[in-house]
């Protein structure tokens, strides 16, 4: 590699050239991100001050978020006593935009470390004089790179609107400290398994940890007054109450714990060999048995560790959107005015709560669908794609029960969220009849989620360099599905969960759905078709 050069340590040597190709790499799949999260950030919050004018259809909005369910979802509201533009923002879009961007940085460091080095890119750079923790840098350079370039276009994107700058720094300080945070996380978790897609569920396992500790420490404690909230990197951006009263020195808690997150992966990365991890990895059988035969067993076993990841993560939310039903009730008979808001009084918050929740715990299952594609596409660097289409196994019935595998995991998933949703509706709520309308509004947004499924096999047939388009689309989707009454019209035209009758807010509406299953099965068809046609990396 000419592009390696030496940079007078040992250990550091040639870490100039391989942080010049990560972010050749990188460029476009940053550019995508970046323009992403700003561009939805503007056009979010623009809506918010058209909707939102009068201090008075703020002062409801404030009463709202203020309920226990809101609070879990959102934040603890700073300034709610007076609430402005600035604190809406801060309030309702601030952690939407930290969990991509979190999700972003750490899927950043995966792809240039563990999965390179399980597909056995590093191993051929390493043969040149590059030293062991070049690597290292040069991943954790890229997604730093990529959480400040997110970082700077979402200010200058806030800038174009009235908010106060001192505000708008203080909100993409948080944003970026949560995604050095998280490439901190995904650096040691890349030296604790042999296999990227291991350590990327890692990661986002204690993602989803911390916003469920901050989410609970909210509940219990308001205005981040919980310890639970100040164990997650969620809480310490969001206490920098931006756009009420800034204060940055919550950032630096996170600076201090991403810099020891590095320092960590630094000390962990001599302590293996290359191609190994420190977990132990258990020895399988001499034979497999016969549940392992084909393809879509084989897949099953292989992806079984992020559908429990995942599918924990979804279920336990559910579980807790069901719990706090109960106390959203009481907050709305303590508030009267709140029902206002609603055509149908108090049972119809309850009914839209549940609808909204159900869309973002289908966004998170749309999530899952796409990280299942994306294992494909691993397989397919890795040369093991390559390995298994040598036999006899068509491409079609190689990606196929890869999207097969994904497909059905969110079918159960969601199912399984339902039931649990509704079971601890019915102990909150003192009733017996959520579960099977909870399981219905959870099932009918399957196929919006295949639809996502669909969109992420088209760009693994047609365009698999660009995959990060997909993970675009789903913060596309999952900004609209939360806040798609908020934004511009027409704004929302390219999400299929706008078309998702939801349930138990609205009536049953089975043409959309059958729609969006016709169109699903199209966009898997037209993905599959093109993977046919392309060169398979081998």
């Given at each position: 590699?000419s ?17 010049r ?109 590059v ?31 009235e908010?106060d ?45 911390a ?25 310490w ?9 800034e204060?940055f ?89 709140l ?38 596409r691993?397989?397919?660097?890795a040369?093991r ?10 491409r ?22 339902g ?56 913060t ?63």
């Open positions: 590699m592009t390696v050069v030496d940079t007078g340590s040992s250990e550091l040597a040639g870490t100039r050239g391989l942080v190709v990560a972010l050749r790499l990188d460029r476009w799949r940053t550019l995508v991100w970046a323009v992403a999260v700003a561009g939805l950030t503007q056009v979010s919050v623009s809506a918010i001050a058209e909707l939102y004018s009068t201090p008075e259809s703020r002062a409801g909005r404030a009463q709202l978020i203020s309920s226990p369910a809101a609070t879990a979802l959102a934040g603890p509201g700073y300034g709610l006593d007076d609430y402005t533009v600035g604190a809406m923002t801060a309030n309702e879009l601030g952690l939407w935009i930290m969990v991509p961007v979190g999700i972003m940085a750490l899927l950043t460091v995966t792809r240039h470390l563990r999965a390179a080095e399980e597909d056995g890119r590093l191993e051929l750079v390493r043969s040149a004089p030293g062991r923790d070049a690597p290292v840098v040069a991943g954790l350079t890229a997604a730093v790179v990529a959480t400040l370039a997110v970082g700077a276009l979402t200010f200058l994107a806030l800038l174009t609107t908010l700058p001192v505000g708008s720094a203080a909100l993409v300080g948080g944003v970026v400290m949560v995604g050095l945070v998280f490439a901190g996380v995904s650096a040691v978790t890349s030296q604790l398994t042999a296999h990227g897609r291991t350590a990327s569920s890692l990661a986002m396992a204690v993602l989803g940890v916003f469920l500790l901050r989410a609970v420490g909210d509940v219990r404690g308001p205005e981040s007054t919980s310890v639970l909230t100040w164990l997650s990197p969620f809480g951006a969001q206490a920098t109450r931006a756009y009420v009263d204060r020195w919550p950032l630096g808690i996170g600076v201090v714990v991403a810099a020891v997150l590095v320092a960590v992966a630094f000390w962990l990365v001599g302590r293996r060999d290359q191609g190994t991890g420190l977990l132990a990895e258990r020895l399988g059988r001499p034979r497999a048995s016969r549940r392992l035969t084909g393809l879509v067993a084989l897949t099953l076993r292989r992806q079984l560790g992020a559908i429990g990841a995942w599918g924990f993560g979804i279920v336990v939310s559910g579980a807790l959107i069901g719990l706090l039903a109960g106390e959203l009730v009481d907050y709305v008979d303590d508030e009267p005015q029902a206002q808001m609603f055509p149908t009084g108090s049972n119809g918050v309850i009914a839209s709560a549940f609808a909204l929740y159900t869309v973002f715990l289908a966004v998170m299952a749309a999530a899952y669908a796409s990280t299942a594609v994306a294992a494909a691993s397989e397919e660097v040369t794609g390559a390995l298994a289409l040598s036999a006899p196994v068509s079609t019935r190689w990606l196929g029960s890869q999207v097969g595998v994904g497909g059905a995991a969110v079918v159960a998933i969601m199912l399984l969220t039931l649990v949703m509704g079971l601890t509706a019915n102990a909150s709520l003192g009733g017996d009849g959520h579960v099977p309308e909870l399981v219905g509004a959870s099932m009918v947004t399957v196929p919006a989620i295949a639809c996502v499924l669909g969109v992420a096999v088209v760009v693994m047939g047609a365009a698999p360099r660009a995959f990060g388009v997909v993970w675009a689309y789903v596309y989707v999952g900004v609209v599905g939360l806040f798609g009454g908020l934004l511009p019209d027409g704004s929302d035209v390219l999400s299929p969960f706008t078309y998702t009758p939801q349930l138990p807010a609205e009536p049953m509406d089975w043409p959309p759905v059958l729609v969006l299953c016709v169109v699903a099965v199209a966009l898997v068809g037209a993905g599959l078709a093109a993977f046919r046609r392309r060169d398979v990396i081998g």
